[in-house]
């Protein structure tokens, strides 16, 4: 077996492996997380219209019920805000307690809140929407732990030929997450439609919501516990991941046994040269000292900046894409439809957009993060992204007369096919590759913790910036906004910024975790009698 110079035997099996069987059971247990985490998180935005409908419609009024703003922007959201507390706890917790313990948690209370959230009950319509926004704040909770947990599982189960694909792979399961979510909520809203046709709003205002449908958001919701169900037996089986079991744990004997039995080959613990490794000065600095400042510093405020900047203008398409729908014409004016018409043609927009931009976007970077690097893919990325915005915002007024949809939607897909082929892969992948193996989760759950920040601005920001400058044209109970046209301007120049914040983030493609986090270097530094350990940002700065 390769020794890989000055790191441990089992480390350097792990970076040596051939891809085999176990690192797909590794991509499917930790990516059947994220399939759960998009589900659970987008597919609120495709019940929400009929959230307001169902609780909020006054039949003596020309249009049906929407949410008032305040309570829309908390049930979007309120998700967002439980995933960033999430990410910065469980993050912190899995460096502390290991990266399996921790898994199962996150994934018995994502369970537990997916399912409460369709038994929220209340007396008033107030009622209903608090329950089901505390709910979906600790389902968030549970879900933002997923993220740090995932990504860290992968980074180090994987080998360092193809690990930022299989990283790639767990995430890129966040596209099939919303996929599943436009095509259940189409089967649902479909079925119910079939069984308990309505007439559309204007044609009799009562009639147009059956009282059935308040089962249809119930059951889409409780539907996000199935997937993570039927994974939580393989994830309580998957040992804890070598690098923690020897760098943090140092347990070389444990890490030696539990990847034999992975691997199928007998690998030898070496608990002295661990000792070494571990008690190397340069190997015990904290998160908060000036040793970590001076060697990560830098590289935590790229992954952290340019994360928060790629939410701020993913979050805010996402969110509100029906709205973007409605503004174009692609979907009628509510008042046209029934309740359930409308979530049908809402999930289908979805569902198509994901189809066609959003899932190949995913697997794009599964196939070519590894031949051209992380940081080409994130600048390519952005870069696009500022592109594409433009072209839709310069020409606005071309794209929302009537022939032009299609053209709009195109664009607008190309959109996010470049935000998920570029930064909203690659800011995940990253901080999972750059960092100590004691502080790997935890600076992850802060980098993934200011991504959500920005897809809070973004949900919250562009609900009210979106509005019409005229007040007698926006949404009820809104202020006026600067505009859709005007806020494509303002996503395109944050765009902008994280092109060129990109620059701190060093390319991790092709080397072992520990030469990027200068765990091997240290300790080989210190057996050859002192010196300064080579920082990664001095040798792989693009």
């Known amino acids: 077996m390769a020794r890989g110079g000055d790191n441990l035997q089992v480390l350097s099996a792990l970076d040596a492996a051939k891809t085999q069987w176990y690192h797909f059971t590794a991509i499917i247990v930790a990516g059947m997380g994220f399939f759960t985490d998009a589900y659970d998180l987008f597919c609120i935005s495709l019940v929400t219209k009929l959230l307001g409908r169902i609780y909020y419609t006054d039949t003596a009024k020309p249009d049906p019920g929407s949410l008032p703003p305040n309570v829309a922007a908390a049930v979007n959201g309120v998700a967002f805000c439980g995933t960033l507390a999430g990410q910065l706890f469980f993050g912190w ?3 502390k307690l290991g990266r399996k313990s921790v898994y199962g948690m996150t994934l018995m209370l994502m369970v537990i809140c997916s399912i409460a959230s369709g038994l929220s009950f209340g007396h008033t319509p107030t009622g209903v929407m608090a329950t089901l926004c505390f709910f979906r704040f600790w389902l968030g909770f549970g879900i933002g732990g997923d993220y740090p947990l995932s990504a860290t599982i992968m980074s180090e189960y994987a080998n360092k030929r193809t690990r930022g694909a299989f990283i790639a792979a767990v995430f890129a399961m966040q596209g099939f997450g919303i996929l599943a979510g436009g095509i259940v909520t189409l089967i649902i809203s ?73 691997l199928h080959t007998e690998i030898v613990d070496e608990q002295e040269k661990l000792d070494d490794m571990v008690g190397a000065a340069g ?191 926006t949404d009820h109970g809104y202020p006026a906004g600067i505009g859709v046209r005007n ?17 701190l983030v060093p390319e991790s493609k092709g080397k072992s975790l520990e030469e990027m986090s200068g765990e091997a270097e240290d300790s080989g530094e210190e057996a050859a009698g002192g010196g300064r350990a080579v920082r990664p940002s001095e040798t792989q700065m693009v």
């Open 487 to 503: 806020s494509l301007f303002v996503l395109a120049g944050v765009n902008v910024l994280g092109f060129f914040l990109t620059f």
């Open 190 to 262: 479909a079925a119910f439609r079939a069984g308990y046709p309505a007439p559309a709003y204007q044609d009799n205002a009562a009639a147009s919501t059956v009282s059935q449908a308040d089962l249809v958001w119930r059951i889409i919701l409780m539907l996000g516990a199935a997937p993570a169900v039927l994974t939580y037996y393989w994830r309580m089986k998957m040992p804890e991941t070598a690098r923690y079991t020897a760098l943090v744990a140092k347990n070389a004997k444990q890490a030696a046994a539990d990847m034999s039995k992975v």
């Open 283 to 473: 190997n015990n600095f904290g998160l908060f000292s000036r040793e970590f400042a001076r060697r990560h510093g830098l590289h935590l405020l790229g992954t952290a900046s340019t994360w928060f900047l790629l939410d701020i203008a993913f979050y805010s398409q996402n969110l509100f894409q029906k709205d973007i729908f409605t503004s174009i014409n692609w979907i009628p004016k509510a008042k046209t439809m029934s309740a359930l018409e409308e979530v049908f043609r809402i999930s289908r927009a979805q569902t198509l957009i994901a189809l066609c931009g959003t899932v190949p976007g995913y697997w794009f970077t599964v196939a070519l993060i590894d031949v051209v690097g992380r940081f080409a893919i994130q600048l390519l990325g952005f870069f696009m992204m500022t592109v594409f915005m433009l072209g839709l915002a310069i020409p606005y007024h071309h794209w929302t007369t009537k022939g032009n949809h299609i053209g709009f939607v195109v664009m607008y897909a190309l959109t996010f096919f470049f935000a998920n082929f570029g930064p909203n892969s690659t800011t995940f992948i990253v901080p999972a590759e750059i960092f100590p193996a004691r502080l790997r989760s935890t600076c992850h759950g802060i980098s993934a913790a200011a991504g959500k920040a920005g897809a809070i601005i973004g949900a919250f920001g562009f609900l009210y910036a979106a509005q019409n400058q005229d007040k007698t044209k």
């Open 93 to 95: 917790l899995g460096d």
